[in-house]
């Protein structure tokens, strides 16, 4: 397949952004007649349509990397400052399925005094890896 010239690039990487093909071949360096009339045929261009697509997978999977790290903060947040019990516990939950711990771990509402602010970690049993990943 023949390489994209340095403006459909450009426009793929602004397509991705933005979803708006006028606008994309617009700061691609398109002149404003084929924008307005024809920047939709970039998108039926088959290598067009392959590169955008390839950056979409990196865009999204990089979006979801910096959710993913701000949703770890917003949980630790919630396990170790003063919020409600259900609340903590239900944090806890969701850090312990993150990391794969659900099954070594678990996590119980406790009695006051005994524990955590009201949640107990206890260690569940585990035979073996194997036994984890048949799972």
Known sequence: MASLTQKQLQFCEK???NRDAKNAALEAGYSEAYANGKAYLLLKDEKIAQKIEELEGKFFQDRFAKL????????EEIILENFE???RLAAIKEVFK??????????E???EGKNYNGVNIVFNEVASRKELNDE
């Open 85 to 87: 019990d259900r609340t």
């Open 15 to 17: 397509y991705v952004t």
């Open 68 to 75: 993913a790290i701000a949703s770890m903060d917003v949980l």
């Open 109 to 111: 509402e406790g009695e």
């Open 98 to 107: 993150f990391y794969g711990l659900e099954k070594r771990l678990g996590v």
